[in-house]
């Protein structure tokens, strides 16, 4: 049976799709879906389906861009402007609290971006340089910032700053893969301990 034609804008048909794709990747891994298993739950063609997005690959990374923002709107207030906070340890698992649970709220978009990073070259560059670059370079300028205000002593950090993001990243997948999940308050609390003792010292109170 076809699908009934019904007429929508194009931010509500990319919307509908998008919740489609998420609702057939409940459950199931990324390789698993199809066109056809997103356009039947969205209720229209194929052709409807290409007119918005060129295939799966540029479905995923519609995906990411869902998700991205918030995660951004979670930590960089903190990131781009220390300088406002003056109790940056507590800034710190409070932010990094807000974007594990991001995390957990989008967990089949993340998971799916994910899966389909490790099989595609155009997905995986995106995601390389948008969940992953984009985030160490801003951490790496946050650490430059706060050694410059005295704050933090850290001889190298663009790696540190790597080395930060990537735990956060594999933190947040372990967890959203987990049959029962973590608070997202309590990975927060861990984590950021972890890039507190980092950045400002094991048990040390950065100065004001």
Known sequence: MKPNRIRRSPTEARTQILEAAAGALEGADFGALTV?????????????????????????????????????????????????????????????????????????????VTQAASGSRKVFAQWQSRAVDYFIDLTARFIEQEVARGRADVDDPVRTAR??????????????????????????????????????????EPQK
């Open 36 to 112: 056809e298993a997103v356009t039947r739950r969205a209720g229209m063609t194929r052709s409807a389906f290409y007119h918005y997005y060129s295939g799966l690959d540029e479905l995923v990374l519609a995906l990411l861009e869902n998700y991205e923002d918030e995660i951004k709107a979670a930590v960089n207030p903190l990131l781009e402007h220390p300088e406002a906070f003056d109790d940056p340890r507590a800034a710190m698992v409070s932010h990094l609290s807000d974007m594990f649970a991001v995390f957990e709220a989008h967990r089949t978009s993340v998971r799916a």
């Open 163 to 204: 080395a930060l993001i990537l735990m956060n990243n594999a933190v947040g997948m372990d967890n959203i893969l987990r049959e029962e999940p973590d608070d997202p308050a309590e990975i927060g609390r861990v984590i950021g301990g972890i890039w507190n003792d980092v950045i400002y010292g094991r048990g040390e």
